[in-house]
Structures are given as structure tokens and as C-alpha cells.
């Protein structure tokens, strides 16, 4: 008969409904309403989560604890995500799984380069999907042995979080236009505009990112990113 702490603290062992118990989740990941997207769909998984929301701030979290899985946003305010994906994957003993997540499927191949073991094209809020991909990541002998549910359960993050995201993005554009932020605000607002399906603010961040790349003037990208993230946290706009 087991005594009461063996129970108490015997290893979680994933089911069917929750496929990823027991293991821990760090999210490396600037925007709020992504970060909840990956909360729910942590959560509703079964998996434990953590967050960062830089490189800096990642690193620490590592120097602390070792996580399962560690899933990167490549554009991070401090640097791209796949130095960290290429630290994670050289280091040893190596994080279980090393995923790498953008709303731009074009640098897939840069983050696979890197080292990372799959990619999350945003916005992903299907739970089955989601589980699939971080149970897939894992080599055959170390995942997790719990069966994944067919679901088309889809998680709903607080449009607060997204309030929140453009705010952000609002208070910077008021206090700094230099061109490594204007890099930033350009993929961090398409990665945000791309999960709620915003295709005007999508494109404006686009064009602005490509103009950046080019050379060319931005006072006109800029002018209309800042008018468009304005009137989406205007008083009474329902976003």
C-alpha cells in the first residue's frame, strides 16, 4: 500500500483529455493576447506555463529552472528569438522541445535553421492543433506517452489583452521612432493584427516593415500605423 506522500507526490501522468500533464511550458512572448491564447491552450492541455516577455527575461527563467518546452516568438523587443532557439538547442542537457512561433510564416525556414523542432504559425487557438504540434516535437522516445484528443475545441483570449497589445504599441510610438523600434512595432503589430484578423492593420504593418527594408520613406507607414492603433483603443470602439 503506498504511503500518503508517495501518493501525494507521485509523477503526473498525461490522459487523453489533458495530453501534456506534467510538463512545464515557458512562452517567450512580448504580446498579452498571444500569451493568453497560449495560457488557454496550455491550461486546457494539461500543461503548467510560464512566461516571458523578452530574451532578457527568458534567460533568467532558464538560469532558474529547466522546462519540457519552450516556445519562442521570434520577434522579441530585445533581439530575435532564434538566438535563444540556438542557445536551446546547443545547450545540454537540450530543453525537450524548442518551439519557434511568429504570424509570419515566410521566417519558418530561419527558425528551423536555428534549431527549433517545429513552428507555431499564429494565430493558433485550436486545441487539437496545438497539442499535436508540441507532442510531434518531442523525439519518438521521449514524448509523452498520453493520447492527444481530436478536438475542435478553440480557445477564446480576453480582448483586453489585446487592449493592452495596442496601448503598447501607442505609448511607444509617442516617445520613439528610431529605427529599431519602428522594426519592432512593424512585426510586433502585424503578429498581433494577423491573430484577430485585422487585415488593414495587417497590411499597414506590412508596408511599413517594407519600406523599413527597402530604404524608402516611412513618415506616411508610420503616420497611418499610429492613426489605425488610435482609433482601435478609441473610447467605446469594440474591438
Do not use: W
Not at 152 to 177: K, N
Not at 199 to 211: I, P
Not at 213 to 228: E, H, I, K, T, Y
Amino acid at each position: 500500500m503506498p504511503e500518503p506522500f508517495d501518493t501525494l507526490f507521485a509523477p503526473l501522468e498525461p490522459t487523453a483529455e489533458r495530453p501534456l500533464l506534467g510538463l512545464t511550458v515557458l512562452v517567450v512572448e512580448d504580446s498579452r493576447f498571444a500569451s493568453e491564447a497560449m495560457r488557454l491552450l496550455c491550461l486546457r492541455s494539461g500543461a503548467r506555463i510560464r512566461r516571458a516577455d523578452s530574451l532578457t527575461s527568458a534567460r533568467k527563467h532558464l538560469r532558474v529552472y529547466r522546462p519540457a518546452v519552450v516556445i519562442v516568438d521570434l520577434g522579441l523587443p530585445d533581439g530575435s528569438g532564434t538566438e535563444l532557439i540556438a542557445e536551446l538547442t546547443t545547450t545540454v542537457p537540450r530543453v525537450g522541445a524548442v518551439l519557434a512561433m511568429s504570424g509570419d510564416t515566410g521566417v519558418e525556414a530561419a527558425a528551423r535553421a536555428a534549431g527549433a523542432d517545429a513552428f507555431i504559425a499564429k494565430p493558433i487557438t485550436g486545441l487539437a492543433a496545438f497539442q499535436s504540434i508540441i507532442l510531434e516535437a518531442f523525439p519518438a522516445h521521449a514524448r509523452p506517452k498520453g493520447l492527444s484528443v481530436v478536438s475542435d475545441a478553440v480557445v477564446t483570449p480576453d480582448p483586453i489583452a489585446l487592449q493592452d497589445d495596442l496601448v503598447h504599441v501607442a505609448d511607444i510610438l509617442t516617445t520613439q521612432t528610431s529605427d529599431d523600434v519602428l522594426d519592432y512595432i512593424a512585426q510586433f503589430l502585424a503578429g498581433v493584427a494577423r491573430s484577430v484578423e485585422d487585415d488593414e492593420m495587417a497590411e499597414a504593418a506590412v508596408s511599413l516593415a517594407g519600406r523599413r527594408q527597402n530604404g524608402l520613406p516611412q513618415g506616411a507607414d508610420v503616420a497611418r500605423v499610429s492613426g489605425l492603433v488610435q482609433a482601435r483603443i478609441a473610447p467605446g470602439r469594440v474591438l
